[in-house]
Structure formats: C-alpha cells, structure tokens
C-alpha cells in the first residue's frame, strides 16, 4: 500500500476520534463518478426520511431512529415530546433501582432479567458485553432470547435463589412473538414456584395496546415503556429497547446517544468522500457488485466489540435481505455478514480468507487503546495490546497481497461514545445501500412469514394431541395417523411432530418401535 493512496483513501474525523480506510478496495478509475448520481440521490432520500417520509412503504410507516438521538429533530413536537419523555422515565427508573427505592420481594435488585428476540436482544446484547464490567455494571445482565426450554433452565439455574432480587424486562414492540411471550411465560411460572409475584418484578417495552402491553397493565406490572411503530427493532438500540437495560446496568447512556447524534451529523454530509456511511454503503456496492456477490466478515480486534459482527449481521441482513425492490421486481438482494473477532477468528476461519475461496470482503476495526491501565512487556519492548495490532496489520496485508479487499474503521477506545457512534455509522450506512439498490430497508417480511409458518406447525401438532387423545388406548403408524387427521400430504411433519411428542411427553404419547426407523407406531395408553 503506497502512503499516497493511504492518505488519499482515508477518511479520518479526528473530532470523532475515527477514521475509515477504504485504499484497500480495488476501486474503478471512475467508480465515484459513475455512482455520483445514485448515492446524491440517496443522501436525498435520506433526508426525506428523516424529515418524516414515509420510507417505510410496506407497512405506511415513518423510520425515525435518528430522532432518537436528536428529539428536536422530529417532524412533530410530540414526537419530539414523547421521546425525551421515555429518556427520562428510563433515567428515573434506573436512579430508583439503583438507590434502592424500587426493589424486589428480597431487596435491591441485583440481577437484570431481559427477555426478548432479534432487534429485541441483539443490541442490548452488544452493548451489554461492550460496556459492561468489573466496576461499572451495577446489576448482573442475563437473556432469554430464545424458545429453547433447555436454554431458559439454564439461565434460571444461575438466577437460583436470587429472583427476588431479580429485575425482568420484557422487550417486544409488537408485544406479540411467540419466544418472547413463551420466555416471559416460563420466567413467571418460575418466580411463581419461588413464591413470588411476577407482576412486582416486571417491566415492559412494547407497542401502546399491544398483548404485552395489555397483559402488563392487567396484572399490575411495576412500569411500562413505549415502543413506537416509526423505530424498527433492529434500529431500536437507542430507543427504551436498549437505553433502558443499559442504564439499569449503570452504562453511560448519555454518551451512547451524544456519540450517535455526533456520528450523525458527520453522515449527513453531501460530499460522499467525506461522509463515513456513504462510503461505507459506496464499498458495500462495489465489494458486491450490489448484488450480494461477496459476503462482508466483520473483524474487530477487541473482544468487548465482538458482538458487533452478530449485530451487524442481524441489522445489515435483516435490513438488506429482501426479494422484491421497491418496483415489485424479483432481486432477492442481500449482503451476508459473519464475524467475530480478531485475533481469536485467525486460528478459526481466517485460514479460509487468506488462502481459499475469495468471496467475501472484510471489515476491520482497530481499537487504538489497549487498556485502561498500563500493560506489562510479555517480550522487551512489546505488549499483548501489540501483538493484537500487529495480527490486525498483518491479517490486513496478507488478504490485500492476495488481492483480497478489505475496509479499516478505526477508533480510539471502545467506549459508550464510541458504541454509540458505530450503531449510527452503520445505521445510515444501511439506509444510503438500500436507496443505492432500491429495496426497503425497513420492513421483514420474512421474518413475520416464519412467525406464519411456525404457528401452522403447532396447529398440527395440537391436531395430533387431540387425536390421541380422543383414541386412547389405540396406536398409530405415521401413515395410518396422518389418513385420519386428513393430513396424508403433511405425512413426513406429522413424522416429526409425533417424534417430538414421544421424545418429551412420553408419559403421553409413547412411541413402539417397528421393523424399519419410519414403522414405529405413536399412542397414549
Ligand atoms: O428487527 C426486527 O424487526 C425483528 O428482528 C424484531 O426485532 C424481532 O422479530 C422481535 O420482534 P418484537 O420486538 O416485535 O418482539
């Protein structure tokens, strides 16, 4: 890499205490030119959505994250009203908790409790491990995030003897997902057989009027939280979905939105070569020819930052992973994002990268300050924080050698300023590819075609319960079952169902082995 091109493909904000990288990218002699028109156009639309369009078509929504960050902002005062409002109600909350005015049935909370999915977890999950630690958590953070039975025991088995300390936080906008509804069933049934009431340690965020909300308000819960319908969830870190675990952690929440609001500021500048998230969407665009043709590894050197990738990977794939653009026609777009972190990733995948297939360009981020403290020397002269940079620029080099591409986002320490500044970076870097390949970045519907799909599975599995049920005593190949419940085209999820079933309710339904692995027959004695 010549100096020259280094310093001309480099963006550095020092005020931000940041800088982008991109000479590692083999761009076209004329790439900015050609693309001039199409990302002016999407600073554009941009501007139209922060404004209060309503860029979100599908759903004849507004997308007003970037309100949050700056309230004044906001297309109305009372939206503008509502949000320092809940940044206030989520301060106060957390000074009660943290004073002790608000406890549990066994005295002030220790523990924080967050159950959700998806934008509902992922954020608060990343700023959880980035921020959080020795000395500056205030209360030990535990997830449910997911349906898995076996998962949630063991989340509960490290809260034993503590859920009267216990502080739970359910977090759905729609107030309606199933694994969330199912966690915030198992957590309650668990504080019930604690002798304890669950209403008195509970606190929503969700939709006004949504199950959640209704349920909360019904059984008395200690506080409930808005969720507006213009904040997606994956775009939802700084709303109450991740201010409010943050601040009862004792994070410094201040900061994260002052980094946010400060990076946005730096992304609304019309000179693409000077704004971080143009360029970032202009690399994203050229690394996959805007069409998903290569995958984006996302490689910080810095463990607190390692959930970055898995929050990118939801908020980028999420956002960008879509069939229809916004003519209707069939594109399926897509960038797919992996990562974890650096230097661990170079005795995992990293092999891969530098020497097998090259289909992926790579993000690097570099945390200049090791520590807070001073290091030891592990050799004269050189420290652990050393070799870590010295594996990022050697990582860098040996993928460019092989004409493998990569971008370089460097920070100076990985703080709740500098969090705050990322989650906006890529925020917005999100919105401008979107426009770029003209899909809408706002809306999943995949993801609520899966919440279908799951729900007629159960309404079969039930179906098959009930006839049990109703034969009491008789047995059934799968054949034989699926023919009476009128369901022989679904025989091979009737074969599962009842193979779960016979796995977990064998009190109840109990599985006789046949001549072959699919003869066996199902009943309840
Ligand atoms: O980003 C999204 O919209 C999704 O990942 C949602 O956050 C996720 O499905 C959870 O939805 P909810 O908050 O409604 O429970």
Redesign the pocket.
């Known amino acids: 890499m010549s100096w020259n091109r280094f310093q001309t493909h480099n963006l550095v904000l020092p005020e931000l205490d940041f800088a982008l990288d991109y000479s590692r990218l083999h761009w076209p002699e004329n790439f900015f030119a050609d693309k001039q028109a199409a990302i002016c156009q999407a600073l554009s639309d941009m501007r139209a959505l922060e404004a209060g369009a309503i860029s979100n078509p599908d759903e004849k929504r507004m997308v007003g994250h970037y309100w949050l960050r700056a309230p004044e902002l906001a297309p109305k005062p009372e939206l503008s009203a509502e949000i320092t409002a809940c940044l206030e109600q989520i301060k106060n909350l957390a000074h009660r908790v943290h004073s002790g005015a608000l406890a549990g049935a066994a005295g002030s909370f220790t523990d924080l409790l967050v159950i959700?999915?998806?934008?509902?977890?992922?954020g608060p999950q990343f700023v959880s491990q980035a921020l959080g630690g020795a000395g500056v958590s205030k209360m030990a953070v535990h997830f449910f995030d997911n349906t898995d039975p076996d998962g949630l025991d063991l989340v509960l088995g490290r809260l034993k003897g503590r859920l009267g300390r216990t502080l739970a936080v359910v977090?759905?906008?729609?107030?309606?997902?199933p694994?969330?509804r199912n966690g915030m069933l198992e957590a309650a049934a668990a504080w019930k057989a604690a002798g304890l009431s669950f209403a008195k340690h509970a606190i929503a965020v969700?939709?006004a009027a949504?199950n959640l909300d209704k349920h909360a308000i019904a059984e008395g819960w200690l506080e409930r939280f808005p969720?507006w319908d213009w904040v997606?969830?994956?775009?939802?870190e700084l709303a109450a979905?991740g201010l409010l675990p943050a601040a009862l952690e004792g994070l410094n929440i201040s900061d994260m939105l002052a980094g946010a609001a400060a990076m946005d500021v730096a992304t609304r500048v019309d000179d693409p070569r000077r704004n971080p998230a143009a360029l970032l969407a202009l690399a994203w665009y050229h690394a996959t020819s805007g069409k998903g043709a290569k995958d984006m590894v996302i490689l910080p050197y810095k463990d607190r930052l390692g959930l970055f990738s898995k929050y990118l990977q939801?908020?980028i794939m999420?956002?960008l992973g879509k069939e229809f653009d916004l003519k209707g026609q069939v594109v399926n777009q897509g960038i797919a994002v992996y990562g974890n972190k650096g230097s661990t990733d170079q005795h995992a995948y990293v092999q891969q990268l530098r020497e097998g297939v090259a289909n992926f360009f790579a993000t690097f981020i570099e945390v200049l300050e090791d520590r807070s403290g001073a290091s030891i020397e592990v050799e004269p002269g050189t420290t652990s924080g050393d070799y870590l940079t010295g594996f990022l620029l050697g990582t860098r080099d040996a993928l460019w050698e092989k004409g493998r591409e990569s971008l370089t986002l460097t920070v100076r320490r990985a703080d709740a300023l500098t969090v705050g500044r990322l989650i906006a970076l890529y925020e917005r870097a999100v919105g401008l590819y979107a426009s770029l390949v003209n899909i809408n970045a706002y809306h999943?519907p995949g993801?609520e075609a899966g919440?279908k799909a799951a729900a007629g599975f159960l309404a079969l599995n039930t179906k098959i319960q009930n006839h049990l049920n109703a034969n009491v005593g008789q047995r059934f190949t799968v054949e034989e079952l699926a023919s009476r419940i009128g369901e022989t085209s679904r025989s091979e999820i009737v074969y599962k169902l009842l193979e779960h079933l016979a796995a977990n309710h064998g009190k109840r339904v109990h599985r006789n082995a046949g001549c072959g692995p699919f003869d066996a027959t199902y009943g309840v004695r």
């Open positions: 959700g999915i998806g934008g509902s977890a992922l977090i759905s906008k729609s107030g309606g997902t694994e969330t969700t939709g949504s969720m997606g969830g994956r775009t939802s979905v939801q908020l999420e956002s999943q993801v919440k």
